[in-house]
DNA sequence: CGGGGGATTTACAACGTTAGATACATCGAT
DNA sequence: ATCGATGTATCTAACGTTGTAAATCCCCCG
């Protein structure tokens, strides 16, 4: 069994409370007290039983993350990050998976886990306006990525249209006339989906380039599977494209695994464009072109943003914050005279 | 506030314990009663408090993955596979990533999240057999991938020596004289490399190939940046490989990175084999050929082990499971005359 | 119509902790 | 010596839940 106060009081001779108030750094304690108090918790090997203090205190200490899936590099480069900011606060991380189902991001939002965590920082893919409007769990949350309907929670994201827009500009720059996108989506649900398409359509028109729909490719889901098919498709169809803006890294890598494996060069023949800026794309060959969302900075505004709803209470208005964002030129647009990563 | 089960019981009409009885599905509830119940539970939006449920039963519902990095893709992958199998025993599951830093696995090991977890599932990189005999905590542990020392937990891994000479030994068949290797550790506790190393001389014993210092490529840690630095290195030292095979895949691909940015033909001037099968792997270009422990197996099987140790208490001798591997040979080594993935 | 006995419900205590109130020292100043 | 004032330690009552044991209900048989 393990010790508990009582156990620790007893061998030190004095109250339980008076070890509590040892282990949670209370003022006054004789400094001789405070020693026999420490060494007896040392003998003993104590540990405050966290289920206990929480049930007295209402806090757990522990900050859910719920993302699509730990295997989409970017999420576990998000959750690494997220991690380490929780933990300056003291506070440990839980992991939910909703694999970008509705199903289990309604789950998520509905408190499944109230009580057991302090907040909730969640990365909607799937989830509707009105299912955010619905929720009745009190639990404080912070949107990441996309801000989803008009519900009152905080939220960080990066500027989708802009970037996309400078992603494509900057093909464009390069004298690309045929500009594909990797990675609409059908469903209601894919608001970042929507505007990287906006931002791309806009920097068409700029560049005066028409908007052709046989570019557009649609994707299942974000894993490199779907963005080798998709570029299997755009070069089956006869679209013929110079260029492909890929919605993230990972579409894009798949697509130029399709590329490179039917002979066509990147960048000559096709340049490749990304999003996200994940570890892969620095050392594929090509390397990656890609834009880079402030990934760390993102984590650590997250986790204040829900420090602070902790502490203020559901206090103040929700806060909307934009991340930065920057457009990485590599191999896979510049060709090779760029500088290996 | 949070709606208690006195406040559930009060608006039903009935005592706490009968709340209690329905939430738990207890058999005798009168179905009129639970329906009434039922009713005023979804009304208040009711969820039990897991602080207070875990104080009275010692348990949490939680477990812990203790990984070096989820960066790591073959962690990320593991995690999510430990993440499924976990929930299917209605468990949660919270990561800790130790960086693969002694200090901070073995604050891990000692407890430090006592009664928050229910059970601890850990990779340990650079844990000492004597860490591990030191430890006090009573959580229940089991280690996955390599054997530390020879304290009694439950253990998940492959067989490390096998895996190793079979992949060096794809390489010999092949025809390839100079195989290197890529990821062996100075630090003392770099088992896993040890293990694999060992299986990479047996292969070239076996093949009848001489052993080659030079050969041999150490690395600071498992990173893409570590294997195209290392491969760099084995390029410059004249040392003039042709195969290599890298204890990893994230070694491999940054090996790969280096020797396609110099120009030298993978498989034809240089075969490249790694170890782990992650999915970037499989889209690379060419593909990496590997060997693939059994990600799912492992997971399932170390969540399976710790579900033994919570219900059956201490009992039982320590379990020592070996998961499969197979090898899978791409195009790094066969060239491009194989299917695509 | 009383009693037996299973079905159903309830009362109570306990899990380990901490906040707040209270008691007990100690000590300098009257 | 006695009185506050202050520092230090203890006592008590929760936090929300569930296991145990006991109470009550209800149906059916004799």
Redesign the interface.
Known sequence: M?PRLKDVAERAGVSIKTVSNVVNGYEFVKPETRARVEQAIADL?Y??????R??RSGR???IALAVP???I?YF??L??HV??AADRHGW????D?TQAERSRERVVVS?I????IDGLLFSPLALTGSDLAQR???TPMVLLGERVGRAPYDHVGIDNVVAARQATTHLAELGRRRIAAIGARRAASGATARLRLRGYRQALAEAGLEENPALVAHVQAY???DG?RAMAALLDSGAAPDAVFCMNDTLA??A??TL??RGVRVPEDVALFGFDDI??G????P?LSTMSPDKQGIAETAVELLARRLSAGAAGRPEEVCASHRLVARESTLGRTAT??
Request: glycine letters at 6%; hydrophobic letters at 40%.
């Open positions: 393990q090997n540990r405050p039983n966290l289920s206990a929480n049930l757990s200490g522990v899936d730990l295997d590099p576990a480069e959750a690494t991690i380490t440990t991380v839980l992991i998976q408190g886990r109230a009580h057991l009745a769990d009190v894993h490199r599977a080798a890598l798949g130029m695994r490179l494996a570890e892969d620095r050392f594929s060959t390397s290996a990563p």
